[in-house]
């Protein structure tokens, strides 16, 4: 099997961080990485979004995530399972991860109240 690629922290950019983040997919994964205490797998982001998520796609976006650097991914038999690499960019990069985390919440909370009030609105 072919090895994984993890960029050295050195190879990490702005730019890639910010172009992995870019799709609504692939922040709302890298939240919940970053919030769990332990590793997760793909198979546990299926349903991350309205519409569940292919598996082939799920494994795309994390392939974006890891040559990024955000995650660092560990096969275990036949599932990988992903950790943040927060605290390596947040030594290389301060309060940039913190500030994309905390607007993309905002961001969630405020789209979550819009459809509250569109459904409340259309019954």
């Known amino acids: ?42 198979s546990a982001f299926q349903n991350i979004v309205e519409q569940p998520v292919p598996k082939s796609t799920l494994s795309q976006h994390f392939k974006v995530l890891r040559e990024s650097g955000l995650i660092r991914s560990e096969r275990k038999g036949v599932e990988m399972h992903n950790v943040s690499r927060c605290s390596e960019i947040e030594a290389r990069f301060p309060g940039l991860l913190a500030s994309i985390v905390n607007a ?9 109240k819009r459809r509250k009030a569109r459904t409340r609105r259309s019954r």
């Open 104 to 112: 993309y919440t905002v961001q969630s909370r405020q789209g979550e």
């Open 1 to 42: 099997m072919k090895p994984l690629f993890h960029p050295s922290i050195d190879d990490i950019s702005v730019e890639s961080i910010l172009h992995a983040l870019s799709d609504p997919v692939r922040v709302a994964i890298f939240t919940q990485i970053t919030a769990s205490q332990c590793s997760a797998t793909c």
